[in-house]
């Protein structure tokens, strides 16, 4: 019996353990971006630490983001001098600029990043869990990454309170080490 027939043999053999290993942590990773992101809310109180009136509710769509399963998303590109008009008034005008400029270079796109997670906006908030937690603390109650002048109000607010090194482009941009 030729020996060619019982070395593809065990080739098939070897490589069929890491052929069926890649296939189901695919099929997995499919399975797991079909899960909804759960959406804890919060009151204003939690959030902040400051009382608010009562006549103040949290909206049911608080922290909901585009779906998950979405692969890319484009939306407007915008020019410097509208990202510059959207950040008047922010703390952190210089910070947020460079980020921007970084991580979707103007642009207002969700798209699968690198971890295998959706990045969201101009700011590219990644997955769902840091929106959800920063957005409610930065007074951003019903709106997602994807309107520019929320992610850049929730942006502001983490950066103001040392959350900068978040976003790999502050260290890219040399805003931090």
Do not use: D, H, K
């Given at each position: 019996m030729p020996t060619f027939g019982r070395r593809s043999h065990r080739i098939i053999i070897k490589t069929t353990p890491l052929a069926l290993v890649i296939y189901l942590s695919l099929l997995f990773s499919r399975i797991v971006s079909q899960i909804p992101p759960r959406i804890v809310l919060i009151t204003p109180v939690q959030a902040s630490g400051v009382k608010v009136?009562?006549?103040?509710?949290?909206?049911?769509?608080?922290g909901l983001l585009p779906p998950v399963s979405m692969p890319y998303f484009s939306g407007q590109?915008?020019?410097q001098t509208e990202i510059d008009q959207?950040?008047?008034?922010?703390?952190n005008p210089g910070f947020l600029r460079k980020i921007i400029k970084c991580e979707s270079q103007n642009t207002n796109v969700a798209r699968m990043d690198s971890n295998g997670l959706i990045s969201f906006g101009i700011l590219q908030f990644n997955?769902?869990?840091t929106?959800?937690?920063?957005?409610?603390?930065?007074?951003v109650l019903s709106s997602t990454p994807m309107n520019p002048m929320s992610a850049i109000k929730v942006a502001d607010w983490m950066i103001t309170h040392g959350e900068i090194h978040r976003w790999t482009c502050a260290v890219l941009t040399g805003i931090i080490n």
């Open positions: 009136a009562p006549t103040e509710q949290i909206s049911p769509t608080a590109r915008y020019s959207m950040l008047e008034g922010t703390q997955g769902t869990a929106w959800n937690t920063f957005a409610p603390r930065a007074g």
